[in-house]
């Protein structure tokens, strides 16, 4: 599972708080905990008036690359914001992200073509997000199509097919299970993402729906995630997971893993 740290984003009050105060302190913690913790990406999202959010942008990747080697994530909705930030990253990490609205693919795709930036590619248009299988399925062709424009190989995507809150579906996670699979059937390399704890809002003892929730996404085909390293709870299923998957020979990586201390235990 490859996993991309959630917990430097203005979005969060304690972050916003300490963007506003110029508190370093803070995010470089939040950056080493993450990447001890195990985060194969640390995602920097700066969620502050578009006016300020390439500088900011630029303070929280230098403070996360003064303590941490772990490659960025430039987490933006504004995509002149991330090519903007790419060159404070000292090496290629992950765009998060494009989708099919608007320009972001022509604005994006074009600067990280010829280079191993990593993408994220939401399952959305200028329409929204769509109701059914099919049509976010068409939306996920029109992305590989302008990939393939871009000689942007589909291991270097992360699709995300977009979950939304279980308390307002009408059949659980069936058709976000049903687009991951047919995703992964035709493009066997590709990744798929998601924020893992998107599915819980607004529910009672959320951790218990992301766990499982994380088991049924894995068992469908998803390979990354937009989480917090530092759950151990959430962790330990993953590595459990992965084990019972059979993508863990000899289960010696839950093994390593426990015996690291990254899940098993209260830190």
């Not at 494009?98 to 399952?123: N, Q, R, Y």
Request: proline share 4%; hydrophobic share 45%; aromatic share 6%.
């Amino acid at each position: 599972m490859i996993i991309i740290g959630e917990k430097i984003n203005g979005a969060i009050p304690s972050v916003a708080k300490a963007i506003a105060e110029k508190d370093a302190d803070l995010i470089r913690n939040l950056a080493k905990i993450q990447a001890d913790a195990g985060a194969n990406f640390i995602d920097v999202c700066a969620s502050t008036d578009v006016s300020i959010e390439v500088e900011t942008l630029k303070w929280l990747i230098g403070l996360v690359q003064e303590v941490t080697d772990t490659p960025i994530a430039i987490d933006s909705p504004h995509a002149q914001a991330i090519v903007e930030a790419i060159p404070f990253c000292k090496q290629p990490g992950l765009i998060n992200s494009v989708s099919g609205e608007g320009d972001k693919i022509d604005v994006i795709f074009p600067v990280i073509a010829d280079t191993k930036w990593e993408c994220v590619a939401l399952l959305c248009d200028d329409s929204g997000i769509p109701k059914t299988a099919q049509k976010r399925l068409d939306v996920f062709a029109h992305i590989m199509k302008r990939a393939e424009e871009f000689k942007i190989a589909p291991s270097r995507l992360h699709i995300d097919p977009l979950v939304e809150m279980l308390c307002t579906s009408e059949d659980g996670i069936n058709m976000i299970v049903d687009v991951i699979k047919e995703i992964k059937a035709r493009y066997p390399e590709i990744h798929v993402t998601g924020g893992l704890s998107n599915v819980s809002f607004n529910l009672p003892a959320r951790r218990l729906v992301n766990q499982a929730f994380t088991v049924l996404m894995m068992s469908a085909g998803m390979d990354s995630g937009i989480l917090s390293p530092t759950n151990q709870d959430l962790m330990g299923m993953i590595y459990a997971t992965e084990a019972l998957l059979g993508k863990d020979e000899y289960c010696m990586e839950y093994i390593e893993a426990f015996r690291e201390g990254l899940f098993g235990q209260k830190k």
